[in-house]
T-cell receptor
Framework: AQSVTQLDSQVPVFEEAPVELRCNYSSSVSVYLFWYVQYPNQGLQLLLKYLSGSTLVESINGFEAEFNKSQTSFHLRKPSVHISDTAEYFCAATGGSYIPTFGRGTSLIVHP | EAQVTQNPRYLITVTGKKLTVTCSQN?????MSWYRQDPGLGLRQIYYSMNVEVTDKGDVPEGYKVSRKEKRNFPLILESPSPNQTSLYFC????????????FGPGTRLTVL
């Protein structure tokens, strides 16, 4: 069965500092990877996704994630965070079953 | 506007009083699902549906029912709610296929006293 592990439940960081949110997956078949963001009191929304091709994918608000097949990872990074990036971030994977598997989420807390 | 709607957004009820949380999407998606979100446990899938009249259990189906009589609607039914069902519930939908993103509703915060 497919699984997704987010290694950090909470990541505190100061504004303008870089951040990395870690995600590892396990799958023996082709896998598609997603990062979703949940702002306070809202539902989840797609941040970025990896389907194929370039292993580095970017979002419109400065986040990027790199698909690393050998390490089965899809870590999310941003070189300089803002207060408005404070949110819960979920990594998700789908494969042959079509049903997405979500990680437990990482709470990014940006301090001024 | 493409969206998933849920009603009600907030609900406080008492143990044993049947309730229904509605979910509707206007994107003609085949796949719909329900999740509950609890602190420290992330998202856990309750039920999902691949199409009309096709539903299946997720990871935590006990105490819940669903139906899919129309493509756009996927209500979640709690026939006899208990306090351990106090949670934040999300409905999601997508096209069928592993490369398609999930679209989430705004959530329903349920408190069972």
């Amino acid at each position: 069965a497919q699984s997704v592990t987010q290694l950090d439940s909470q990541v505190p960081v100061f504004e303008e500092a870089p951040v990395e949110l870690r995600c590892n997956y396990s799958s023996s078949v082709s896998v598609y990877l997603f990062w979703y963001v949940q702002y306070p009191n809202q539902g989840l929304q797609l941040l970025l996704k990896y389907l194929s091709g370039s292993t580095l994918v970017e979002s419109i608000n400065g986040f990027e994630a790199e698909f690393n097949k050998s390490q089965t990872s899809f870590h999310l990074r941003k070189p300089s965070v803002h207060i408005s990036d404070t949110a819960e971030y979920f990594c998700a994977a789908t494969g042959g079953s079509y049903i997405p598997t979500f990680g437990r989420g990482t709470s990014l807390i940006v301090h001024p | 506007e493409a969206q998933v709607t849920q009603n009600p957004r907030y609900l406080i009820t008492v143990t044993g009083k049947k309730l229904t949380v509605t979910c509707s999407q206007n994107m003609n998606h085949e796949y719909m699902s329900w999740y509950r979100q609890d602190p420290g446990l992330g998202l856990r899938q309750i039920y999902y549906s691949m199409n009309v009249e096709v539903t299946d259990k997720g990871d935590v189906p006990e105490g819940y029912k669903v139906s899919r009589k129309e493509k756009r609607n996927f209500p979640l039914i709690l026939e006899s709610p208990s306090p351990n069902q106090t949670s934040l519930y999300f409905c999601a939908s997508s096209l069928i296929g592993p490369y398609n993103e999930q679209f989430f509703g705004p959530g329903t915060r349920l408190t069972v006293l």
